[in-house]
């Protein structure tokens, strides 16, 4: 358990059931998120996550038992609970679920309007939530026009109007295929590196270990686990009967070194952190290049004057968002950061256009290479 | 007769005049009867297009669709004639569950084609059978859970034997547990001969299970054939909007740092371990014990698994629950690579399946030795 | 789970849900209507005894409870109603008790409070017996019995459509309800109305994409133009006509026979009062 952070929402022995259901959804459930900490929710259908987040932001009240929120207990109507939901913002799966205007920025003003702010605040919140999920340039649009992933980030910048402290995700990457998945992670990434704590919950067991920093376990309307993925992941038998699978890095590592006789730690969680721990060779060099207003090629140029022969990789929203006005074509759209380490354990070099506040995080994600053997050569230019 | 289940010749559409970009454009696939097909695309590239030409809801705006070598011919009895052979399976099961009843939604399909009334008594046993939810025969649909109507949505497709099943999507929005349950059942149905085709956007899945793919972008095929030759090419690959597969993208990584050769091409977890192990030490063995008429339990060895309806049946009955009750192929083999022996109950007709999943790892430098 | 799903939960779980559903609706109907024809007072008791233990073998007691909220709303609302009558008399009859509220005159007469009670318990026995039916018959059921009274079959399965996608309208409305707590939808009664206003476009839209893809799967599914049905509930037989014959029959002799029986006003005040 990662101790000694303060303790954003608090279940606590809370048991619910919904009404003429006749078992309860939620049985002496205790979870306690912490701030900053990546958490994710595991759990098959049915177990009980999307009542759980009900319990977060106070729109059910348990039957037995208390929620917290940022300390104080929650209450169920009033400025108390105004409160709440401001502080604690839910994404449902279903984003045609969650919307209730026909523009995309009326339905990201649905929040902030309703919570009866002045108009002045509403604009900068909506103007703020569109550049964060990138939907900035689609705010007229009619919101029956967009794709299911415009509209799954469009449900994410109404929630994100609310100016949570917490962002709690049913499901995100639910029906989105690969590379928008990729894509919505990595802005879940940089939510989380620019103050705000994600929870999500999800079946995909490959993207909850990359992500997660802690994860909790419902079966059955039950809390099984809680804490660090690994601890859970250990116990094969325990990981079946909840009816997941464990993920595909964390069983080729932990199955080769038991293998091999050899201590299973560090556990990679990457595809990178894999590789770095089961071979290893001569490697490239990672050129990082934050991006503030514009991206063109002369950016490439003091890389070029080293070599040429460099693929490039993009990280974050905005710099996103310039390659696309630029067209510029470039080889890593999506999953920029993994894609160029990966081309450097490759012996290549490789180029990744970062948002500027992203970078931070860029050599935080390096860093954690060095315990699986990856000393990555970077650097990060003006 | 051909061997060709589906074939389509320069199929293009438009759902209306005005549209500019077709939905399909000139595409002409091949897909072969028997053979594990999956149809690979992002979102909005065109796949439930094209399956829906398959069974003739749509008709081409220019081009031929052909099933089992004949043109498709669209009046009203033909079509009718047509879709008794072939089933399909949406993604959102509550677009195909219209009865109130799960027995009334199953025999909607068999009372459709004309069967008679024993026979659709059959169907609907034998389809339950198959997903497990004979319990929930009398229940209304209303009150099943998601995971539930998504097995009666099956149930109903399985209801009418048909010799071609087109799955769409078939594991959004399932836990793994429910996934696994799903190409335990596909896989089943393939073994009795049916075609399936599965259009999917989880390159992981359709990696993992399919023999051949066809990869559309756009309304355009861009490839058909053997999925590595597809992710080989990198580039192809995110223009599709897709991604490359764990196991795959992690075999390249290793061999190529290593400069070794990229095939034998590992597709699911327990292929790419024994290639990484280079057979280092022993592996455990696996009891395998058919199910049939008629069958036990028997002495079991290290952890059992349970695979096929039949075997699952036969634990029902007995009141027992498995270790592995659901991708238990895989967890008896990663047991022989941790050098444990295990137990697996598998339906007789599945034998030589399991058998063929077990012998795999052959080429991959281990060998698992299978006892009765 | 909604209160729709309660009520049809409820219905397929009762122990009547295998009788007749027509059987039942004449049954229902012959007992509603013998219960008006004789001025008895004993008819009323003996029909919403009828209607207790028909509601107590359908549902075993098991009344989920915005049934009873609503069953005791009905009931506080015949009592108003009864008690207004039975102050309301004209001066035919002998008086109980007469006084003034306010503008208001109480003028309580033999006639009226015996009026008053008949009303009362034919009302209370008629809700007894029909919801004795509806917590035992499922609207497949009603659409079936329907059916068997030669309804157009266009109209007998559209009632079963509508009741079917209705609950999953239902479901996405109880999500986009939860889904507009989430941003404070209900804050304030403007708020209130607008989003009330745009969870009914939302659920339009999800019908009319519903609507769109369910023809596509009816097609899939080789839908020929009807909806079979494989296994229709039982019809109604010689046996079940022969039942309501004679329940109405014993029904009405006994009222015809009883007619001064029970006398409300004589068993509350005494004879005197009547006179």
């Known amino acids: 358990m990662i101790e000694g952070l303060t303790n954003v929402v608090e279940v606590d022995d809370v048991t619910f059931t919904y009404e003429g259901a006749s078992k309860p959804s939620l049985d002496h459930v205790t979870v306690n998120i912490k701030k900053g900490v990546k958490t994710v929710i595991l759990g098959s259908n049915g177990a009980g996550k999307s009542t759980l987040f009900y319990q977060f932001n106070a729109v059910e009240k348990p039957d037995s038992g208390q929620v917290r929120v940022l300390g104080q207990p929650a209450k169920y109507r009033g400025k108390r609970l105004k409160e709440i939901r401001s502080q604690i913002a839910v994404v449902l799966q279903n984003p045609d679920d969650q919307v209730f205007s026909s523009t995309v920025e009326d339905d990201v003003a649905y929040g902030p309007r309703n919570m009866k702010l002045p108009p002045e605040e509403i604009k900068e919140r909506v103007e703020r939530a569109l550049f964060e999920t990138g939907l900035t340039e689609f705010r007229e649009k009619n919101t029956l026009q967009l794709s299911y992933g415009q509209r799954k980030r469009l449900a994410l910048a109404g929630a994100l109007a609310m100016r949570p402290e917490v962002l709690v995700m049913d499901e995100p990457t639910a029906g989105l295929d690969p590379q928008m998945a990729l894509e919505l992670m990595e802005l879940a990434e940089q939510l989380h590196n620019n103050g705000t704590t994600i929870v999500i919950s999800t079946h995909d067991v490959d993207l909850a270990y990359a992500w997660a920093d802690e994860i909790h376990v419902l079966r059955k309307a039950e809390v099984i686990y809680s804490g660090p993925s690994e601890g859970f992941y250990c116990d094969n038998m325990k990981v079946h009967s909840t009816g997941v699978m464990q993920p595909s890095m964390f069983v080729m590592n932990k199955n080769l070194a038991d293998i091999r006789g050899e201590d299973p730690a560090p556990y990679p969680r990457t595809e990178s952190q894999l590789i770095s721990k089961m071979v290893s060779g001569p490697k490239g060099k990672l050129h990082v290049i934050p991006v503030t207003d514009k991206v063109d090629h002369y950016m490439l140029d003091p890389v070029f004057e080293h070599t040429d022969d460099v693929k490039v990789g993009v990280f974050g929203t905005e710099s996103r968002r310039l390659l696309y006005a630029s067209k510029m074509p470039a080889d890593f759209v999506f999953n920029g950061f993994e894609s160029c380490v990966g081309r450097c354990l490759r012996g290549k070099d490789a180029v990744l256009l970062c948002d500027a506040d992203c970078v931070n995080l860029i050599e935080e994600k390096i860093a954690d290479l060095i315990q699986f053997g990856t000393v990555l050569e970077y650097k990060v230019y003006p | 007769m051909s061997e060709y289940i589906f074939e389509t010749e320069d199929l293009t559409y438009k759902y209306s005049s005005r549209q500019e970009k077709p939905s399909l454009d000139n595409v002409n696939v091949k897909i072969k009867k028997g053979v594990r097909t999956a149809i690979l695309g992002a979102n909005g590239a065109g796949k439930s297009t094209l399956f829906y030409h398959f069974n003739g809801i749509f008709k081409p705006s220019s081009g031929t669709v052909k099933y089992d070598g004949t043109p498709l011919d669209y009046n009203r009895d033909a079509l009718t004639e047509l879709r008794k052979h072939i089933s399909v399976v949406v993604q959102n099961p509550d677009e195909q569950i219209f009865s109130a009843t799960v027995e009334e939604d199953i025999a909607f399909g068999p009372m459709n084609c004309g069967m008679e009334r024993e026979d659709v008594e059959k169907a609907i046993q034998d389809s339950l059978f198959k997903v497990n939810m004979e319990e929930y025969r009398y229940r209304p649909t209303i009150q099943l859970s998601y995971g539930q109507r998504k097995r009666i949505a099956f149930a109903g497709a399985l209801s009418i034997r048909p010799d071609v099943l087109i799955l769409d999507e078939p594991t959004a ?200 | 789970m909604s209160e729709e799903s309660q009520m049809d939960t409820l219905a397929y779980s009762s122990r009547m849900l295998s009788w007749a559903p027509l059987g039942k609706l004449l049954l229902v109907i012959v007992v509603l209507i013998v219960n008006i024809l004789t001025r008895s007072m004993v008819v009323p008791i003996i029909t919403l005894i009828i209607g207790l233990g028909l509601m107590a073998y359908s549902t075993n007691f098991k009344i989920p409870l915005f049934i009873g909220l609503a069953i005791l709303e009905g009931i506080i609302i015949l009592v108003i109603g009864a008690g207004l009558i039975s102050v309301t008399g004209s001066d035919s009859s002998p008086v109980i008790w007469e006084t003034n509220i306010l503008w208001f005159k109480i003028h309580m007469t033999v006639d009226s409070f015996n009026t008053a009670w008949n009303v009362f318990l034919r009302s209370i026995a008629g809700i007894t017996v029909m919801i004795s039916f509806a917590t035992s018959t499922p609207i497949p059921h009603l659409s079936q019995a329907l059916r068997q009274l030669h309804m157009p079959r266009e109209v007998c399965e559209l009632i079963v459509l509508i009741y079917r996608y209705g609950f999953l309208l239902l479901e996405r409305m109880e999500s986009m309800w939860n889904a507009a707590h989430c941003r404070m939808g209900f804050n304030g009664f403007t708020n209130k109305i607008k989003t009330a206003a745009a969870i009914a476009v939302g659920i339009f839209t999800s019908s009319s994409n519903l609507a769109d893809k369910a023809q596509i799967a009816l097609s899939c599914r080789n839908y020929q133009g009807i909806f079979p049905v494989y296994n229709a509930p039982p019809k109604v037989g010689i046996k079940w006509v022969c039942l309501v014959v004679i329940v109405a029959v014993v029904i009405y002799y006994i009222g015809i026979n009883t007619l001064d029986v029970v006398n409300m006003a004589e068993i509350f005040f005494g004879k005197d009062v009547v006179g």
């Open chain 2, 173 to 372: 929005g399932l836990d793994p547990q429910m996934s696994q349950d799903v190409i335990e059942l596909v896989d089943q149905m393939v073994e009795a001969g049916t075609t399936v085709i599965i259009s999917t956007h989880d390159v992981d899945l359709a990696y993992a299970w399919a023999e051949e793919i066809h990869v559309l972008r756009h309304g355009k095929l861009v490839f058909s054939g053997v999925p590595e030759d597809f992710f080989a090419d990198l580039e192809q690959v995110f223009l599709t909007g897709l991604t490359v597969p764990h196991t795959y993208s992690v075999n390249f990584m290793t061999q190529s740092i290593k400069g070794e050769k990229l095939d034998p091409y590992p597709r699911t977890n327990s292929q790419i371990l024994c290639k990484m192990r280079h057979g280092d030490s022993a592996t455990g063995h696996i009891k395998l014990v058919p199910v049939g008429e008629g069958a036990d339990m028997v002495e079991e060895e290290g952890a059992v698994g349970v695979y096929g309806s039949d075997s699952r049946r036969l634990f029902a009955s007995k009141d027992r629950v498995a270790d592995y009750h659901f991708n238990a192929i895989e967890c008896c083999l990663m047991e022989a690579i941790n050098g444990r022996p295990s137990t697996l109950y598998c339906d007789e007709r599945m034998v030589p399946f399991v058998e063929g999943r077990i012998a795999s790892l052959d080429r991959f430098g281990s060998h698992v030795e299978v006892v009765r």
